[in-house]
């Protein structure tokens, strides 16, 4: 009896299956896939949430494919995929391919849903032939070609991602694609650094400026690479570069320049330079290193007054901590209040993300120029306000 009553619901499937194809091509382009999908979820929930492998493949199999029925077949395919049970996905776009009678015009867009499949499954190299096979595609060769980068992002195939970027920079001029080509170039240039290879870092960081003239990471590199060839003053000049990129990452390049002033400048000569760039661009990596530039050239109770004088327009914990340390040291003590509030402060900071990405909200505190989460380049950046920048 149960195995009646298995196969009249399959039978009644098939039937509300080809009637919603029906509905689902009228007024529509016939590749595109059916909009109706939360309605579709609804009745697969019930149909296939307690049924094995075999009787899902049983109705995928009772199912016609024809130009009527395949945004349904695509639609059940998407909604396993989305729930997390890939094999049944597979399974289902596998037989959808292997029919001798689905119209040749909506085999791309099977084939990359199959690539999706992989995709999520882990099965890399499957996914990576498919999309492959997908890159000169007219309408499937710019999603196709996508996928494949950020496939190769994840493995660190840096090489083989910049070749399929450049296939698509060729043909398209996506301000974000010259984004992507950019900061790939750069892990290039890092790694050609890391082998000490100092002309081929530094042509592929240069290169990486001619994709995209804001790509600060770019400029950092040429910045470390001429500290390893000893030129400082050009190297602090690069840093400088990286607040008419993007201003927003100044607190790194502020991070190396004062490191770089300490062991082979003098910190005391940036002065004007650090006033004019934190009355543009106000943060506490500046004003921190501003206070140690005063410090140096006018002592330390002119360093203590302008910290004080900020901190009230702009208040800051790190900035406190640093104003507690300086005014203890400059009165010959350091009273219980004082290393009260110090370790409070630390407490506080050593607890708080100091980056974050403004396209998704993953934070941490360590910076990516890849953001882990919505693996977009360059949206992870340093937080701002009282705990942070």
Same mark, same amino acid.
């Given at each position: 009896m149960?195995?009646?009553?298995?196969?009249?619901?399959?039978?009644?499937?098939?039937?509300?299956?080809?009637?919603?194809?029906?509905?689902?091509?009228q007024g529509?382009?016939?590749s595109?896939?059916?909009?109706?999908?939360?309605?579709?979820?609804d009745?697969?929930?019930?149909?296939?949430?307690?049924?094995?492998?075999?009787?899902?493949?049983?109705?995928?199999?009772?199912?016609?494919?024809?130009?009527?029925?395949?945004?349904?077949?695509?639609?059940? $395919?998407?909604?396993?995929?989305?729930?997390?049970e890939?094999?049944r996905?597979i399974?289902?776009?596998?037989?959808?391919?292997?029919?001798?009678?689905?119209?040749?015009?909506?085999?791309?867009?099977?084939?990359?849903?199959?690539?999706?499949?992989?995709?999520?499954a $882990? &099965?890399?190299?499957r996914a990576?032939?498919?999309?492959?096979?997908?890159? $000169?595609?007219?309408? =499937?060769?710019?999603?196709?070609?996508?996928? /494949?980068? +950020?496939?190769y992002?994840?493995?660190?195939?840096?090489?083989?991602?910049?070749?399929?970027?450049q296939?698509?920079?060729?043909?398209?001029?996506?301000?974000?694609?010259?984004?992507?080509?950019?900061?790939?170039?750069?892990?290039?240039?890092?790694?050609?650094?890391?082998? !000490?290879?100092?002309?081929?870092?530094?042509?592929?960081?240069?290169?990486?400026? !001619?994709? !995209?003239?804001?790509?600060?990471?770019?400029?950092?590199?040429?910045?470390?690479?001429?500290v390893r060839?000893?030129n400082?003053?050009?190297?602090s000049?690069?840093?400088?570069?990286?607040? +008419?990129?993007?201003?927003?990452? $100044?607190? +790194?390049?502020?991070?190396?320049?004062?490191?770089?002033?300490?062991?082979?400048? !003098?910190?005391?000569?940036?002065?004007?330079?650090?006033?004019? &760039?934190?009355?543009? =661009?106000?943060s506490?990596?500046?004003?921190?290193?501003?206070?140690?530039?005063?410090?140096?050239?006018?002592?330390?109770?002119?360093?203590?007054?302008?910290?004080?004088?900020?901190?009230?327009?702009?208040?800051?914990v790190?900035? &406190? /901590?640093?104003?507690?340390?300086?005014?203890? =040291? +400059?009165?010959?003590?350091?009273?219980?209040?004082?290393?009260?509030?110090?370790?409070?402060?630390?407490?506080?900071?050593a607890?708080?993300?100091?980056?974050r990405?403004?396209?998704?909200?993953?934070?941490?505190?360590?910076?990516?120029?890849?953001?882990?989460?919505?693996?977009?380049w360059e949206?992870?950046?340093?937080?701002?306000?009282?705990?942070a920048?």
């Amino acid at each position: 009896m149960d195995m009646v009553f298995q196969w009249l619901l399959l039978t009644v499937a098939v039937a509300v299956g080809w009637v919603v194809g029906r509905l689902g091509s009228q007024g529509r382009r016939a590749s595109r896939v059916i909009s109706d999908e939360d309605s579709v979820r609804d009745r697969l929930q019930f149909l296939f949430t307690n049924y094995s492998d075999q009787a899902v493949d049983n109705f995928v199999q009772s199912l016609a494919v024809n130009k009527d029925t395949v945004s349904l077949h695509l639609s059940i $395919g998407s909604h396993f995929r989305n729930k997390g049970e890939t094999d049944r996905a597979i399974l289902i776009h596998q037989n959808l391919l292997a029919r001798p009678e689905l119209p040749a015009r909506y085999t791309p867009q099977v084939t990359l849903e199959l690539a999706m499949d992989y995709l999520n499954a $882990g &099965l890399h190299d499957r996914a990576e032939a498919l999309l492959h096979q997908l890159m $000169g595609d007219q309408e =499937y060769g710019r999603r196709a070609s996508t996928a /494949l980068i +950020e496939l190769y992002q994840q493995e660190r195939e840096w090489k083989k991602a910049a070749q399929v970027a450049q296939t698509l920079t060729r043909r398209d001029a996506d301000p974000a694609m010259f984004k992507t080509l950019a900061y790939i170039t750069c892990e290039l240039s890092d790694a050609a650094l890391i082998m !000490d290879d100092r002309w081929a870092a530094q042509k592929l960081a240069k290169e990486a400026l !001619d994709y !995209d003239r804001s790509c600060v990471r770019a400029t950092l590199l040429l910045m470390k690479q001429q500290v390893r060839q000893g030129n400082f003053r050009e190297a602090s000049n690069q840093s400088f570069k990286v607040f +008419e990129q993007n201003p927003e990452f $100044g607190p +790194e390049a502020v991070d190396r320049l004062m490191k770089l002033e300490q062991e082979h400048g !003098d910190v005391g000569r940036l002065f004007k330079k650090l006033k004019k &760039l934190y009355d543009q =661009y106000p943060s506490t990596s500046l004003l921190l290193a501003l206070v140690e530039s005063v410090e140096r050239s006018s002592g330390r109770p002119a360093a203590i007054d302008l910290l004080r004088q900020e901190l009230e327009v702009r208040p800051s914990v790190r900035g &406190l /901590l640093r104003l507690v340390e300086m005014a203890g =040291y +400059e009165k010959g003590m350091t009273t219980d209040e004082g290393r009260l509030v110090s370790r409070i402060g630390h407490l506080i900071l050593a607890n708080r993300p100091v980056y974050r990405c403004v396209s998704c909200g993953f934070s941490g505190q360590q910076l990516h120029w890849l953001c882990p989460s919505c693996k977009q380049w360059e949206t992870v950046r340093p937080i701002q306000g009282v705990e942070a920048e």
